[in-house]
């Protein structure tokens, strides 16, 4: 192993550059592996554009990147201990909680309580430095065992998948349910198949383009969104009443005034999908149909849960990577990703 990395760093919203870092080292409960591939996620196109100032980086120059798997080549203090050799295949996690505080006693670690405070918390790829990079350190809390089943580029989209099993969780989906999906990116049909783990009976996407192609190729009951009324249309398919759960992963605000208006009464919609503007809610139906609208805010111990269903193909990560580029390429693999043009959905990058 070299002193030093190929690392991907944001010098600025929008200017990348691909340079030589050190390799970090593990400290006590942490590990390094060596990372095989990262997944191009949604947020990290935000991240890399500004849009959330202050935040999401908390400053530039920064590295982003948090949908991982790679392999263990160094161990930090404590961690052995733990049962972690050095060779073990991993998907890694952002959320590196506190531990501590009542939230996190409570398993709801994503809403940590100490969030961003210094030695308390921190998110790989948000506030702290993320994965583009040839090698990368995370806490144990933030690794999961890779099933012999998966390769590192399924293994990468273990993240992804783990968010869209919470908002299908949150969703409270009963067995039977009629479940209605805005928003046809990788989350959205990584939710559609979290949807039917869940029990729900029908699962029907909204959205357009090749997106809406692949929701339909992989089985999925479809409404385009640029052929009419998304709302009509979803009522239309469930004689008249809506959808018992609608699950919000497209993140604007016209497709959650959507998902409202597709709900049967007493229906809830979950919203994973982060606006970058505020949405105007009409509350009258939500209050005399007894609607329920909840946030998802990423994974809470799903990452465990959903592994077995991505090594037995019923959630079908693999179907969802449409490109691969390597580390040297990535402004190009986010032009593509960009693109709604190009056919992307779940973008590969190899440091």
């Known amino acids: 192993m070299t002193q030093t990395m190929q690392t991907l760093v944001v010098l600025e919203p929008r200017v990348l550059d691909i340079t030589e870092t050190p390799v970090p080292e593990p400290g006590p409960l942490e590990v390094l ?26 400053r530039f120059p920064f590295t982003p990147g948090h949908e991982w798997a790679g392999e263990l080549v160094a ?8 049962g972690w050799r050095e060779g073990d295949r991993v998907a890694g996690t952002s959320h590196n909680a506190c531990g501590v505080c009542q939230k996190c006693v409570e398993g709801r670690y994503n809403l940590c309580e100490n969030y ?28 999961f065992r890779l099933p012999d089943e998966l390769g590192f ?70 409404v385009d969104s640029t052929a009419g009324d998304p709302v009509a249309a979803v009522r239309e398919l469930t004689g008249g009443l809506g959808a018992d759960v609608v699950l919000e992963c497209a993140g604007v605000p ?59 193909g019923r959630v079908r990560a693999g179907e969802l990577i449409t490109h691969h580029f390597p580390l040297a390429e990535y402004e190009q693999a986010l032009a593509t990703f960009n ?13």
């Open 116 to 143: 961003g405070k210094p030695g308390l918390h921190k998110q790989y790829g948000h506030n702290a430095q993320g994965v583009n990079a040839t090698y990368a350190v995370h806490n144990v809390k933030c690794i």
């Open 339 to 351: 693109d709604r043009s190009s056919g992307a959905v779940k973008i590969i990058v190899h440091p």
């Open 153 to 222: 580029d399924e293994g990468a989209i273990a993240d992804p998948a783990s968010i869209a099993l919470h908002v299908a969780r949150r969703g409270g989906i009963q067995p039977g349910d009629t479940v209605a999906v805005t928003g046809a990116g990788a989350v959205g049909l990584l939710a559609a198949d979290a949807a039917l783990i869940c029990g729900a009976a029908r699962v029907i996407v909204v959205g357009r383009g090749y997106r809406l192609e692949r929701a339909a190729g992989l089985g999925f009951e479809t």
């Open 33 to 58: 592996a060596r990372v095989r591939s990262v997944s191009i996620c949604g947020t990290d196109a935000h991240l890399i554009n500004g849009d959330y100032p202050g935040f999401w980086p908390e």
């Open 75 to 82: 161990l930090g203090p404590g961690t052995q201990a733990l």
């Open 254 to 312: 016209e497709t959650l005034m959507w998902g409202m208006d597709m709900l049967r009464r007493g229906g809830r919609c979950a919203m994973v999908g982060i606006p970058t503007e505020d949405v105007a809610l009409s509350v009258q139906r939500l209050v005399l149909d007894e609607l329920e609208l909840v946030g998802s805010r990423a994974s809470a111990g799903e990452m465990r849960r959903v592994l077995p269903f991505m090594a037995d």
